[in-house]
Antibody, heavy 117, light 110 residues
Framework: EVQLVESGGGLVNPGGSLRLSCAAS????????MNWVRQAPGKGLEWVSS????????YYADSVKGRFTISRDNAKNSLYLQMNSLKAEDTAVYYC??????????WGQGTLVTVSS | QSVLTQPPSASGTPGQRVTISCSGS????????VFWYQRLPGAAPKLLIH???QRPSGVPDRFSGSKSGTSASLAISGLRSEDEADYYC???????????FGGGTKLTVL
């Protein structure tokens, strides 16, 4: 069974940093592109970033480009999102999602990031 | 404001057929696949339709997707109370070099 478990969320001051992790199990992690998607309170889904199976082919949404960095460790079956210079508008539940044929077929339960002083 | 435009709400009675639209442009829907996701209350999103009109295994055939030009639609037939959820369309955008979601449509089963 595919499982994705996010962690690392919490309360952080504006301008601060946070690193999210996503632990994957139940599939050959290195064989899949992975993504981060977020949902702010009362808002819709917003794609954040994606990374290819080998750690190449990296893309970011314009809203996070230059501030967030996606990475993965295939030996540890883990996906990461380093978030710097956080803003109030980054407050959201962050989901990691596995990509299959360009669709996101498996999602974690999410981790909440709150940016507030 | 989302690049992909969906109606904020839709509704129907049990057994009815409802359609949710998703309007985009030549850089996204017009040249790439469309995906649909269902977000039940309190649950993670679920892939409902991939590559315009393909259903992943386990998705009932009551759900169908279509695409024409720069627009796409999700149709739900034989509406059930458990279909009450938020529905999102998504596509890759060549101009943005990234994925985009529609703003979401809240479906209410009356």
């Amino acid at each position: 069974e595919v499982q994705l478990v996010e962690s690392g969320g919490g309360l952080v001051n504006p301008g601060g940093s946070l690193r999210l992790s996503c632990a994957a199990s139940g599939f050959t992690f290195s064989g899949y592109s992975m993504n981060w998607v977020r949902q702010a309170p009362g808002k819709g889904l917003e794609w954040v970033s994606s990374i290819g199976g080998r750690g190449t082919s990296i893309y970011y949404a314009d809203s996070v480009k230059g501030r967030f960095t996606i990475s993965r460790d295939n030996a540890k079956n883990s996906l990461y999102l380093q978030m710097n210079s956080l803003k109030a508008e980054d407050t959201a539940v962050y989901y990691c999602a596995r990509e299959v044929e360009e669709g996101f077929d498996s999602w974690g339960q999410g981790t909440l990031v709150t940016v507030s002083s | 404001q989302s690049v992909l435009t969906q109606p904020p709400s839709a509704s129907g009675t049990p057994g009815q057929r409802v359609t949710i639209s998703c309007s985009g442009s030549s850089s996204n829907i017009g040249s790439n696949y469309v995906f649909w996701y269902q977000r039940l209350p309190g649950a993670a999103p679920k892939l409902l339709i991939h590559r315009n009109n393909q259903r992943p295994s386990g998705v009932p055939d009551r759900f169908s997707g279509s695409k024409s030009g720069t627009s796409a639609s999700l149709a739900i037939s034989g509406l059930r109370s458990e279909d009450e959820a938020d529905y999102y369309c998504a596509a890759w955008d060549d101009s943005l070099s990234g994925r985009i979601f529609g703003g979401g449509t809240k479906l209410t089963v009356l």
